[in-house]
């Protein structure tokens, strides 16, 4: 299926059915899956929406999406086996899309026997896609863009409220993460960000930003150094950052921190 292709249908569904709801949503059109978890009728139908329009295109692929393993967990199974397996999440960030907070958006990534080969990151109301190819590089919005080397001082990052506290030789004080992947790890491959620290596990959330940094040159990983697979029960955080180096001297002073061992799984 065309890369091209893809990117259409990204953009045809989140037009046609999520940005038209942003800020609109009635009290009925939210619910919570657990928790802290909400979902909207705009994450259902437009994941029904992009997921025929895949296999349509790709019969012999198999299409998950976030909305179906939360009715099924076991289809996260397939993930890490699958032949050729598309990965979905129409809405990432729908706490901030529910909030009429903009930092939300589109993740898809396609993957061959758990390796991901291409995705894509559609920030619905920025109008810009970020799109990697395994071996191809990164394009954002069609050109091509080079491997971050920011001159800054200090390390900055983004990391999850219980590591606020995070310190150590080069590194800035935190900013909290935005709430969405589809912002996350943009700010790191536009050289915004040097790393962030995540505690969900998701791999709708994290497989697009791992092809995308992989490809400009970062590294992603538990922060134990395990890589990060579907189906992992490593009980640690993520790290993602723009170089091997960086991610070296960020998970060295996240393991200082008592909060940053065993993350929530969340």
């Known amino acids: 299926m065309l890369t091209e292709r893809v990117c259409d249908l990204i953009v045809t569904v989140a037009d046609r059915v999520v940005v038209p709801r942003f800020g609109r949503l009635a009290p009925g059109e939210v619910a919570e899956k657990s928790p802290g978890d909400p979902v909207t009728v705009a994450d259902a139908e437009a994941e029904a929406e992009l997921a025929a329009a ?10 998950i999406g976030e909305e179906a393993v939360a009715a099924d967990p ?30 939300f958006g589109c ?3 396609e993957l061959h026997r758990g ?15 970020f799109q990697a190819t395994r071996g191809g590089g990164v394009r954002v919005d069609g050109r091509p863009l080079a491997r ?5 001082p ?3 990052g983004g990391v999850t409220p219980e590591l606020a506290g995070l310190r150590g030789p080069g590194l800035a004080v935190p900013w909290p993460m935005t709430g969405s992947c589809t912002a996350d790890y943009p700010l790191i491959a536009l050289g915004e960000r040097d790393y962030l620290i995540h505690n969900g596990k998701h791999p709708w959330d994290h497989w697009p930003g791992i092809l995308l940094l992989g490809e ?11 890589p990060y697979t579907s189906t992992s029960a490593n009980p640690h ?6 170089s091997p180096e960086v991610w070296d001297a960020v998970a060295a002073a996240a393991a200082r921190v008592p909060e940053a061992g065993p993350g929530t799984g969340s």
């Open 54 to 63: 895949l296999r349509a295109a790709d019969p012999d692929a198999v299409v």
């Open 74 to 103: 076991g289809l996260v199974r397939l993930i890490d086996t699958g032949e050729r397996v598309w990965l979905v999440d129409p809405v990432d960030g729908t706490g901030n899309f529910v909030a009429g907070n903009p930092d």
């Open 107 to 109: 993740l898809v990534v």
């Open 115 to 129: 390796v991901p080969v291409r995705s894509w990151i559609w920030q619905a109301m920025r109008r810009r896609m």
């Open 148 to 152: 971050p080397h920011p001159r800054r």
């Open 154 to 156: 200090e390390l900055v």
């Open 216 to 226: 400009l040159g970062g590294r992603v990983a538990f922060a134990d150094g395990e």
């Open 237 to 242: 955080k993520i790290v993602a950052a723009r």
